[in-house]
């Protein structure tokens, strides 16, 4: 399988080369560019045609725009936004123009790495923080979309695991991920359905068919003799 073309666009010098130290370290990602600038990032991301952008547009030199003009410049291209603060409405725009993921600055590493290969593999991927400014923003005005709820190969791991009783703490222990990466996973999850609780996660995937009730959810003593 070829590398994920990633793009960084950000101001900071200092998470920039963070950034690339990171994604330099693994093979399943190719740094294809780099920009420090919003004046360069069109014709550099025309230059580089990457799959994934990931942007801090709430740096200096940066800007939302930025992340419209992307999409709108390269077809397919998935954008993830890392900003330190998250304006509800101005993520709402993003969302309704594509964006396919969005975290805080203070995202742990393993989340970061764990957007951009979600988000090129064609998935949504949003921290907890963000999901729960989207959610306190909608209040009781709040629209449910009418797409079919996607759960991605991850997800779907981790609602197994979650199902068969272990602690979030367990889960990432058991699939090499943060504690944070797989509390973000659970609240995409509860987003996406609008479900609060795990066990509303649990009675979601048995309708769904997703999990087998029979294993997962009743003892022998449920059992009739």
Same mark, same amino acid.
């Given at each position: 399988?070829?590398?994920? /073309?990633?793009?960084?666009?950000? %101001?900071?010098? @200092?998470? /920039?080369?963070?950034?690339?130290? @990171?994604?330099?370290?693994?093979? %399943? +990602?190719?740094? +294809?560019? @780099?920009?420090? !600038? ?13 799959? +994934? ?10 800007? &939302?725009?930025? *992340? ?24 709402? /725009? ?23 290969? %979600?988000?090129?593999?064609? #998935? ?5 923080? @963000? ?15 009418? #797409?079919? *709820?996607?759960?991605?190969?991850? #997800? ?15 889960? &990432? ?8 990466? *797989? ?8 987003? !996406? ?18 999990? %087998?009730?029979? /294993?997962?959810?009743?003892? #022998? ?5």
């Amino acid at each position: 399988m070829s590398a994920i /073309r990633l793009h960084i666009a950000e %101001s900071n010098f @200092v998470i /920039r080369e963070g950034l690339k130290s @990171v994604f330099d370290k693994l093979d %399943s +990602v190719e740094i +294809v560019g @780099v920009t420090a !600038k919003s004046e360069d990032l069109k014709s550099q991301i025309m230059e580089t045609n990457p799959q +994934v952008l990931l942007i801090n547009y709430d740096a200096h030199d940066f800007h &939302a725009s930025d *992340v419209m003009q992307s999409l709108r410049l390269i077809p397919g291209i998935r954008v993830v936004g890392m900003t330190h603060t998250c304006d509800p409405d101005t993520l709402q /725009r993003l969302l309704d123009a594509g964006i396919a993921g969005h975290l805080m600055s203070d995202c742990d590493l393993d989340e970061i790495v764990d957007s951009v290969k %979600s988000t090129a593999r064609g #998935e949504k991927f949003f921290c907890g923080k @963000v999901i729960d400014i989207l959610n306190a923003s909608k209040g009781e005005s709040s629209k449910h979309s009418c #797409e079919p *709820v996607s759960i991605s190969e991850r #997800e779907l791991e981790i609602l197994q695991l979650v199902a068969q009783g272990l602690t979030t703490k367990q889960i &990432a222990e058991k699939i090499h991920l943060s504690f944070h990466t *797989v509390m973000t996973h659970r609240k995409n999850m509860m987003g !996406k359905l609008g479900i609060t609780n795990t066990a509303g996660l649990i009675i979601y995937a048995v309708r769904e068919n997703l999990i %087998s009730p029979n /294993r997962f959810l009743f003892s #022998e003593t449920n059992t009739t003799s």
